[in-house]
């Protein structure tokens, strides 16, 4: 069975400073692609970045990049320079199938707080 | 930039009752699919849609839940004689081209059951 597992239910950082939020995945699909998703307490659901199996380089969005580690399985995000606005839930998610079947799998959740 | 919407925000029903949860998605965009969040838990997968039939279910999607898409704009997800644990925070989602594609989300119907 495909799972996401996120080890820190939460986590907290000064401003300014940087964090790393984990993930690993169990998958035998060898091309897939994978997703961290942010949910403010407004609880709606935010894509923050996207990283294909295939492509070698780490994603990057501006303050977020992932460090993506295929033959590990994990999928970590890294978000620089931390905001106040970054005070979210963040949610990994993979695609059941790897990507042949469009229902996503979440992961439970790392619950972000920035700290001024 | 093009977003997918939902309505209502929030809705309270009494057990037994009908609600019908709507969404639109992007203009664009063929694959629709609905997730729930109860609260304090993991976003799951409810359903997926594509030319007018179901393409996935989950087990959580029972006979109890049905989708439509009465026109071109709308995707609807029916939730028949409500129980408690159906109270959660209900989110569509569309995509391009599917599977492969991106899902944006929309910012979801919290429902409550008394």
């Known amino acids: 069975a495909q799972t996401v597992t996120q080890s820190q239910p939460e986590m907290s950082v000064q401003e300014a400073e940087t964090v790393t939020l984990s993930c690993t995945y169990d998958t035998s699909e060898s091309n897939y692609y994978l997703f961290w998703y942010k949910q403010p307490p407004s609880r709606q659901m935010i894509l923050v970045i996207r990283q294909e199996a295939y492509k070698q380089q780490n994603a990057t969005e501006n303050r977020f990049s992932v460090n993506f580690q295929k033959a590990a399985k994990s999928f970590s995000l890294k978000i620089s320079d931390s905001q106040l606005g970054d005070t979210a839930m963040y949610f990994c998610a993979f695609p059941a199938g790897g990507g042949s079947q469009g229902n996503l799998i979440f992961g439970k959740g790392t619950k972000l707080s920035v700290k001024p | 930039e093009p977003e997918v919407t939902q309505t209502p925000s929030h809705q309270v029903t009494q057990m037994g009752q009908e609600v019908i949860l709507r969404c639109v998605p992007i203009s664009n965009h063929l694959y629709f699919y609905w997730y729930r969040q109860i609260l304090g838990q993991k976003v799951e997968f409810l359903v997926s849609f594509y030319n007018n039939e179901i393409s996935e279910k989950s087990e959580i999607f029972d006979d109890q839940f049905s989708v439509e898409r009465p026109d071109g704009s709308n995707f609807t997800l029916k939730i028949r004689s409500t129980k408690l644990e159906d109270s959660a925070m209900y989110f569509c989602?569309?995509?391009?081209?599917?599977?492969?594609?991106?899902?944006?989300f929309g910012p979801g119907t919290r429902l409550l059951v008394l």
């Open positions: 989602a569309s995509s391009a081209l599917g599977s492969w594609e991106t899902q944006y």
